[in-house]
């Protein structure tokens, strides 16, 4: 039901036969959509949604079809009602499921999104249904703003927001009267005949855990992060290398719920003062197989819990789509094609080497080729190489695993992480004997990665003999295609960027909007920068002792070494990324 702009509607729902009239007086249809489609019955489906996969010409913005979005902002014209995209990292469920029984919610197909001391959020796709808001407002007792939604998001997340309420209260109803208390907070209390931790089998449990899991490979998290705090526990994913707090849950229910994927990841459930580390298999809601590193960790209110999600598809990845490409690569290529050698990826924890490394184990694991590693603890498991778990119960550390690898004979070995001087001699040793060995420090750049292995103790002149190239690597996030706009580079923050430097800026570079797609982050998934030093005849002069770390950065840029924050600049020149995020993600060269 739709009427002109400046007249109050009559109650009712929306129809397809005055949505068409609507879109035609208002000359965003032709005359022909209307008569093709008037006598049409979209039975169960919203007309909304019926009227948005029709795909209709919209008359005012040539080239464009009315699809939900068009519709959406058109009705909100009319109704006077904005247009809301329900992010659910953004909802807080267990407090706006309290707002309506879920049989009132489905039956006049409304969802509350906010909750605020003067206010309710209420989203619909029916602007013209009154009935139940006066009815609402007087228990309440708050004022309610009506919102519009997609039909599509209101059936989904109604189901989901309630059905996630529901376990969680269930699971904290069957924790109730028992004497067992939830052992490893610091600070219990005396009640501990009044809950108990929920059993880990739980139906309730087992939905909260299924729920977060497909939760988590829907919004692309690369780690899920489920923390006890003194009454609540936090759930927090990481998206695009940025946490997002997505639900609290009842303490003893996420004490439950850690307890439930300990299980799953073969976990000993019963000890929770010490940390664990632990794996599980699972299938995306595509069908994909995805493997989850678990690791726990004792805290003051109980055990935290880390899902790292590993992609299998980054596997199948060519070194473009990961950001490497152009000098870069090639430079990469001729240090992992030799035949021996140390090369090593360098870069804080979540800058992508783990990646980098099994792409290229990846090309380099032929048939004619023996490919082993030694990891700690093995992220991703992979049928065309030998892995091994480092494994401290049994003294089996990076450099026996690697004494252990030199008699399987090698051709190719990764070493997980260089921590210590008796593996940083281990892969000198192997590198000496013939073997392309790759593997992994934290450092800030490729430079300061050579005076981190002579501090270790490493001798100079053998570091310089075994050495190929260093790459060290950051994730900055990309701009999403679907919102970015150009604006006039900000010369202050580009010659920040590509400080020392003298790079022209161009004319126009991207801003971060942000949308629908992207979340209203304005950026959209992650790809890496690099800088990449070959270990060439003038770098190896500058290996010594008392190292200049500062003259050997300089000699491998007049070689042709770029700094991470050069190979970012060239991604904002390319409009892909911004200045703020490379120089959020990138460090600045130190003298």
């Not at 909260?208 to 780690?223: G, K, N, T």
């Not at 783990?354 to 603890?377: F, H």
């Not at 690099?530 to 002069?541: C, D, F, H, K, T």
Request: hydrophobic letters at 40%; glycine letters at 8%.
């Amino acid at each position: 039901m739709l009427k002109p702009q400046n007249s109050e509607p009559a109650e009712g729902k929306l129809t397809l036969k005055a949505l068409l009239e609507g879109l035609l007086r208002d000359g965003r249809i032709a005359a022909g959509d209307l008569r093709r489609l008037q006598g049409l019955s979209p039975g169960a489906i919203h007309p909304l949604v019926f009227l948005a996969e029709q795909k209709l010409q919209d008359l005012e913005n040539p080239g464009q079809t009315l699809d939900m979005t068009a519709l959406l902002d058109w009705l909100s014209h009319r109704c006077g009602q904005t247009v809301v995209e329900i992010d659910p990292l953004k909802v807080n469920v267990s407090e706006v499921s309290e707002v309506m029984s879920r049989a009132f919610a489905e039956r006049h197909r409304i969802l509350a999104v906010d909750v605020t001391d003067e206010e309710v959020v209420i989203a619909s796709a029916e602007p013209y249904q009154r009935a139940w808001q006066g009815n609402l407002e007087q228990v309440l007792r708050k004022q309610i703003r009506r919102v519009l939604a997609d039909p599509r998001d209101l059936v989904r997340y109604t189901a989901e927001f309630y059905t996630m309420a529901g376990s969680v209260r269930g699971a904290r109803a069957a924790g109730k009267g028992s004497t067992a208390g939830n052992i490893g907070n610091l600070e219990q209390m005396l009640e501990l005949g009044s809950m108990r931790e929920p059993d880990a089998n739980d139906q309730h449990i087992v939905s909260i855990v299924d729920w977060l899991l497909q939760y988590a490979f829907e919004q692309r998290a690369s780690d899920i992060h489920i923390e006890p705090r003194r009454n609540v526990g936090n759930v927090r994913f990481r998206i695009d290398g940025v946490l997002n707090t997505v639900y609290e849950l009842p303490e003893q229910v996420c004490a439950a719920v850690t307890s439930r994927i300990k299980i799953l990841g073969r976990m000993d459930v019963a000890e929770k003062r010490r940390p664990q580390d632990g794996r599980l298999k699972t299938r995306s809601p595509g069908g994909a197989e995805v493997e989850l590193r678990l690791s726990t960790l004792p805290t003051a209110f109980g055990e935290k819990l880390v899902m790292r999600i590993f992609d299998p598809e980054v596997l199948q990845k060519s070194f473009e789509a990961l950001g490497l490409a152009d000098e870069d690569l090639v430079r990469w290529h001729a240090m992992t094609g030799t035949g021996n050698g140390i090369v090593l990826v360098t870069g804080p924890t979540g800058s992508g080497k783990t990646t980098t490394l099994y792409s290229t184990l990846r090309q380099l694991a032929t048939s004619s080729v023996n490919v082993c590693t030694i990891e700690d603890p093995i992220e991703m498991v992979e049928g065309a190489f030998n892995q091994m778990q480092v494994n401290h119960g049994i003294d089996l550390d990076f450099s026996s695993g690697v004494r252990t690898l030199m008699r399987q004979d090698p051709d190719i070995i990764m070493i997980g992480e260089i921590r210590d001087l008796e593996t940083a001699n281990m892969a000198i040793q192997a590198a000496l004997t013939g073997h392309l060995v790759l593997s992994t420090l934290h450092t800030n750049d490729s430079p300061s990665s050579v005076s981190r292995l002579l501090e270790l103790g490493a001798p100079a002149y053998l570091v310089k003999a075994t050495l190929r190239g260093i790459m060290s690597q950051r994730l900055v996030r990309i701009l999403c295609d679907d919102c970015k706009r150009p604006k006039p580079a900000d010369l202050d923050g580009w010659r920040e960027l590509v400080q020392p430097f003298d790079i022209p800026a161009p004319e126009h570079i991207y801003d971060a909007v942000g949308c629908k797609t992207c979340r209203d982050t304005g950026y959209r998934g992650r790809r890496g920068i690099y800088e990449v030093l070959v270990n060439s005849p003038a770098v190896q002069e500058e290996i010594v002792t008392d190292i200049n770390t500062a003259r050997l950065r300089s000699i491998a840029f007049s070689e042709g070494m770029q700094s991470l924050r050069v190979s970012g600049a060239a991604r904002v020149a390319r409009g892909e990324t911004t200045v703020e995020e490379v120089l959020r993600v990138a460090p600045a060269i130190t003298q």
